[in-house]
Antibody
Framework: EVQLVESGGGLVQPGGSLRLSCAAS????????MSWVRQAPGKGLKWVSS????????FYADSVKGRFSISRDNSKNTLYLQMNSLRADDTAVYFC???????????WGQGTLVTVSS | QTVVTQEPSFSVSPGGTVTLTCGLS?????????PSWHQQTPGQAPRTLIY???TRSSGVPDRFSGSILGNKAALTIAGAQADDESDYYC??????????FGGGTKLTVL
């Protein structure tokens, strides 16, 4: 069974940093691209970033480019999102998601809440 | 900037059939956008129903189906049940490793 379990969320001050993790199990992690998707309170889903199975290719939404960094450790079956220079509008639940063929999300994690506030 | 459009809300009677659509502010949706559909109830994580236009995710009943109808992607729910009452999001692959979600459709079953 595919499982994605996020951790690392919490309360952080504007301008601060946070690193999210997503522990994957139930599939061969290194053969799948992965993504982060976020959802601000009461709002819809927004794609944040994606990474290829090898980690060699990364992609970012314009709203986070230069501030967020996606990475993965295939030896630990773990996906990461390093978030720097956090702003109030980064407040959201962050979901990790598996990509089928680097084209479509086919599994989701349960999400971790990030709150940026002073 | 590309906008993915969805009906904000829709109603269906129990046992009825409803088709939700997913379009583009400019242009037509085709299989090249690899449309997928995701169901979300309040406070829960999304659940993938359909990906790559019409492939049902594991465990999804066959009363959920995906297609291209005209210039839009479509999600059809047959035999609607009370627990189908959820938000439904489509997402399109825009190339270069990026995706755009629609604003979601709030489905009411009554």
């Amino acid at each position: 069974e595919v499982q994605l379990v996020e951790s690392g969320g919490g309360l952080v001050q504007p301008g601060g940093s946070l690193r999210l993790s997503c522990a994957a199990s139930g599939f061969t992690f290194s053969t799948y691209a992965m993504s982060w998707v976020r959802q601000a309170p009461g709002k819809g889903l927004k794609w944040v970033s994606s990474i290829s199975g090898s980690g060699g290719r990364t992609f970012y939404a314009d709203s986070v480019k230069g501030r967020f960094s996606i990475s993965r450790d295939n030896s630990k079956n773990t996906l990461y999102l390093q978030m720097n220079s956090l702003r109030a509008d980064d407040t959201a639940v962050y979901f990790c998601a598996r990509l089928e063929g680097f084209r479509a999300i086919d599994y989701w994690g349960q999400g971790t809440l990030v709150t940026v506030s002073s | 900037q590309t906008v993915v459009t969805q009906e904000p809300s829709f109603s269906v009677s129990p046992g009825g059939t409803v088709t939700l659509t997913c379009g583009l502010s400019s242009g037509s949706v085709s299989t090249n956008y690899f449309p997928s559909w995701h169901q979300q109830t309040p406070g829960q994580a999304p659940r993938t129903l359909i990906y790559n236009t019409n492939t049902r995710s594991s465990g999804v009943p066959d009363r959920f189906s995906g297609s291209i109808l005209g210039n839009k992607a479509a999600l059809t729910i047959a035999g609607a049940q009370a627990d189908d009452e959820s938000d439904y999001y489509c997402v399109l692959y825009m190339g270069s490793g990026s995706w755009v979600f629609g604003g979601g459709t709030k489905l009411t079953v009554l």
